[in-house]
């Protein structure tokens, strides 16, 4: 059974960073492409990055780009989401997905296996 553990969020103010990680285990992690998604209160979730497999292609939402960077190390069974310049709008969970099926997706549905998220909160 796959297993997706985040962490690394936090509360900090606008303009620092967080880095945060997802630990897979329970399959191998190089046949899954990873994403990361958002959730604010009341709000559905949004697509914030993906990575394929081998790290090979990357793709971000328009909101994150150029301010986040997602990686893996397929070594360590580890994903990660950098993130630089903070907003307060960026404040919300944080979900690790895990997906066999696509290269990569910005389809929530279409990622098998989800995180227990992270709180980010970012104040202004």
């Known amino acids: 059974q796959v297993m997706l553990v985040e962490s690394g969020g936090g509360l900090v103010q606008a303009g620092d960073s967080l880095r945060l990680s997802c630990a897979f285990s329970?399959?191998?992690?190089?046949?899954?492409?990873m994403g990361w998604f958002r959730q604010a209160p009341g709000k559905e979730y949004e697509f914030v990055a993906t990575?394929?497999?081998?790290?090979?292609?990357?793709l971000y939402a328009d909101s994150v780009k150029d301010r986040f960077t997602i990686s893996r190390d397929n070594y360590k069974n580890t994903a990660f989401l950098q993130m630089n310049s903070l907003k307060p709008e960026d404040t919300a969970v944080y979900f690790c997905?895990?997906?066999?099926?696509?290269?990569?997706?910005?389809?929530?549905?279409?990622?098998?296996?989800w995180g227990q998220g992270t709180q980010v909160t970012v104040s202004s």
């Open positions: 990575i394929g497999r081998s790290g090979e292609y990357t």
């Open positions: 329970g399959g191998p992690f190089s046949d899954y492409a």
């Open positions: 997905t895990a997906g066999e099926k696509y290269t990569i997706s910005v389809k929530p549905n279409t990622y098998e296996y």
